[in-house]
C-alpha cells in the first residue's frame, strides 16, 4: 500500500543520523586495527580474496560486536546497521519505524484510534483543552475548550508534555480514564470510557458568501474520498454554486485516497497520475474510471508549502485537465511513493518504491539537499526559478511547471510573515512558548466580556497582554510589539474568538483576513462553469498592466 507521512522532526532524526554514524565510525577503526594485527602475523605473502556482499557484513558486525571497545547488545547492533544502510540511500521517506511509529502510522491511515477525543495544547505548562473531537467521548461528556487538565488519576500533570498527556489519554476501548479540569474558578471531574475515535479528514464544511462553497480536507486516510463527496454534497444543498478545497497544511497520505479524490472532479478516461518504479519496470497509469460528481461547480484549490504527496496529486491533476483554478504558494514538492513492509520485530520498513509524475508528465519532487543533516527547516529555500523549471502545457494550453511543488496560477503569499513579525519572533527567540501563553492567558480573561465573535482587540487589551509578557521576564523591547500590533491584535483576535464562541466562530473570523481565500471568492463569483473561472482569470491579466501586475 503506497503511503506518505510527514517526517518525524528533523532534530530526532539528525540526532540518530549522529549516533548511527558514530557507531559506524568507530567500528570501522576498531575494524581496521584488527585487520591490521591480522596482517602483520600473516605477512606480505598471503594474498586476500576481496570481500564483497553478505560476508563482508558478516565480517564487520562479528568484529564489532566482539572487539568494540563497549558491548552492544546484539539488536542494538543491527538496528544501528539498518539505520546507516537506510540513510545511505539519501532518502529521507524511507525509514525504519519502531512498533511505536507504525503504531502512530497506522491511526493516521485509518484516521481512528482508541482514546477520549480531545485535542490538547501545553499552556503555562498544563495541558489545555483546544478542542474535543466530535462525537468523541469527551465532547459527549462535556469538556469544553479551554479546560485545563490538572489531574489524571491523582497525579498532577503539571509540566507534562502533549505526547504525555496523549499517552495517558489513549488506551483500549471499553477501558476508563479519570480526570479533573480546571474551568475557571471552579474543578470538574470525568470518569470517561475511551473508545473509538474518528479523526474525520474534512474538519469543515461551510457556506461562504455568493454561494461559495468551503471545504477543508487536512489529510489523505482510509475514508477521504467518502468524507469529501458527503461534504461537498451538503454544501451544494444549502446552495453553493461553486467550491474551495483547502489543502493548505495537508501532509498526504494514502496516494489511492488523492486519486479517488481526484476522480471525483475528473471525467472517465482522464488521467490522474502515473508510477514510475525502478528502470525496467512497466509504468504504473491512475485512470479516471467514473463519471465526475459535479461536472459543472466553478472549483478553487488552496495549497501551501505544507501540502504535500497525496494533496500535490490532487492539485496537480486537476490543475492539468483545467478543472481547477490553484491558488497560493508553491507546495512541498513530495513527489515519490513508499510501501509499508511488515516486519518480524514487529516495526516495519517505510520504502520508497517509485516517483510519480502529473498528467501531462511533470515531476513535482523538490530536490533533496546534499546532506540530510543539513536539511533547511523551509522547504522554500531549495524552490528553483521559473526560468530553469521544466515547463509543461494543461489541456487547455496553459503554462504549469515542474521541477519542485506545485506552483499555483494565482500566488498568494499568506503564509510569508511581514517583517514586523518576524522582528518580533527574532525577540521572543526560545520564549515563543511563554508569549502563546500570555495569547491565551488575556483571551482567558476577556472570555465573558465579549458580545459577539468579532469583537475588536481593543489598545487596552495589548497593553495587558504586554504588561503579562513583562511580568514572565520575556517581554520583547516596546517597539518591536507596538510595530507588531496589527498581527498581534489579530492573532489575540482569533484565540478570543475561539474560547468565547467555539471554533466555528473562529474560522469565519479568520476568513476575513485569509487573503488566499478572498482571491478564490472573487474568481469563483459569478461562474457558470469551471472554465469561466479561467476565463475571468485572463481577462484580469489582460486589463492589467504588466509593470503593475
Known amino acids: 500500500m503506497a503511503e506518505t507521512l510527514p517526517d518525524t522532526p528533523r532534530s530526532s532524526r539528525r540526532r540518530s543520523r549522529t549516533i548511527a554514524a558514530a557507531a559506524l565510525f568507530v567500528a570501522l577503526l576498531s575494524l581496521g586495527g584488527w585487520w591490521a594485527g591480522r596482517d602483520l602475523t600473516a605477512g606480505t605473502r598471503q594474498v586476500r580474496a576481496p570481500l564483497g556482499g553478505a560476508r563482508l557484513f558478516d565480517q564487520v558486525v562479528a568484529a564489532v560486536a566482539q572487539k568494540y571497545v563497549d558491548s552492544l547488545d546484539g539488536s542494538a547492533l543491527y538496528e ?37 477525543g480531545l485535542q490538547i495544547d501545553i499552556r503555562d505548562s498544563w495541558p489545555v483543552v483546544i478542542e474535543p473531537i466530535v462525537g468523541g467521548p469527551s465532547e459527549r461528556a462535556g469538556v469544553l475548550v479551554g479546560d485545563r487538565i490538572v489531574l489524571v488519576g491523582k497525579e498532577s500533570t503539571r509540566g507534562w508534555s502533549r505526547e504525555e498527556t496523549s499517552k495517558a489519554m489513549r488506551g483500549a476501548p471499553g477501558s476508563s480514564v479519570a480526570f479533573t479540569v480546571e474551568r475557571g474558578d471552579s474543578r470538574v471531574n470525568f470518569t470517561l470510557l475511551r473508545d473509538k475515535v474518528h479523526l474525520r479528514a474534512v474538519q469543515r464544511v ?208 499568506d503564509t510569508t510573515a511581514p517583517m514586523q513579525v518576524q522582528s518580533l519572533a527574532r525577540a521572543m527567540g526560545k520564549n515563543a512558548g511563554a508569549y502563546r501563553d500570555a495569547v491565551a492567558k488575556q483571551a482567558q480573561a476577556q472570555k465573558r466580556k465579549l458580545i459577539g465573535p468579532g469583537d475588536p482587540v481593543t489598545p487596552a487589551m495589548l497593553d495587558a497582554l504586554y504588561a503579562d509578557l513583562v511580568g514572565r521576564g520575556v517581554a520583547p523591547p516596546r517597539s518591536v510589539f507596538d510595530s507588531a500590533s496589527p498581527w498581534i491584535s489579530r492573532s489575540l483576535g482569533y484565540e478570543m474568538t475561539r474560547v468565547a464562541f467555539g471554533a466555528d466562530a473562529d474560522f469565519l473570523r479568520r476568513t476575513q483576513d485569509d487573503s488566499a481565500l478572498h482571491r478564490a471568492m472573487q474568481l469563483l463569483q459569478g461562474a457558470r462553469s469551471p472554465r469561466d473561472v479561467f476565463s475571468k482569470l485572463e481577462k484580469r491579466a489582460v486589463e492589467v498592466p504588466a509593470a503593475i501586475r
Open 80 to 116: 544501528k546497521a539498518v539505520s546507516g544502510l537506510l540513510r545511505e540511500l539519501k532518502d529521507p521517506y524511507t525509514s525504519y519505524l519502531t512498533d511505536d511509529r507504525l503504531r502512530r502510522l497506522n491511526e493516521q491511515i485509518s484516521g481512528t484510534y482508541a482514546g477520549v
Open 206 to 413: 461551510q457556506l461562504l458568501q455568493n454561494g461559495v462553497g468551503y471545504v477543508d480536507v487536512n489529510v489523505f486516510s482510509a475514508q477521504t474520498a467518502t468524507e469529501l463527496s458527503v461534504a461537498v454534497d451538503s454544501v451544494v444543498k444549502l446552495g453553493a454554486r461553486s467550491l474551495i478545497m483547502d489543502l493548505r497544511g495537508n501532509p498526504g497520505g494514502l496516494l489511492e485516497q488523492g486519486v479517488a479524490v481526484a476522480e471525483l472532479f475528473l471525467d472517465r478516461g482522464q488521467s490522474i497520475v502515473q508510477l514510475r518504479a525502478r528502470p525496467g519496470s512497466q509504468p504504473q497509469v491512475f485512470t479516471d474510471s467514473q463519471p465526475q460528481r459535479w461536472p459543472t461547480l466553478p472549483l478553487a484549490v488552496l495549497v501551501d508549502r505544507a501540502s504535500a504527496s497525496a494533496s500535490e496529486i490532487v492539485a496537480g491533476a486537476l490543475q492539468d485537465h483545467d478543472r481547477a483554478i490553484v491558488l497560493g504558494v508553491t507546495s512541498f514538492g513530495k513527489g515519490s511513493a513508499q510501501n509499508v513492509y511488515p516486519l518480524s520485530s514487529g516495526g516495519a520498513l517505510r520504502l520508497t518504491t517509485a516517483r510519480w509524475y502529473t498528467p501531462v508528465g511533470r515531476s513535482i519532487n523538490r530536490p533533496a539537499p546534499r546532506d540530510r543533516d543539513e536539511e533547511p527547516e523551509d522547504s522554500a529555500e531549495v524552490t528553483l526559478p521559473d526560468t530553469i523549471r521544466p515547463r509543461f502545457r494543461t489541456d487547455a494550453g496553459r503554462t504549469v511547471f515542474g521541477g519542485g511543488g506545485i506552483t499555483p496560477d494565482v500566488i498568494m503569499s
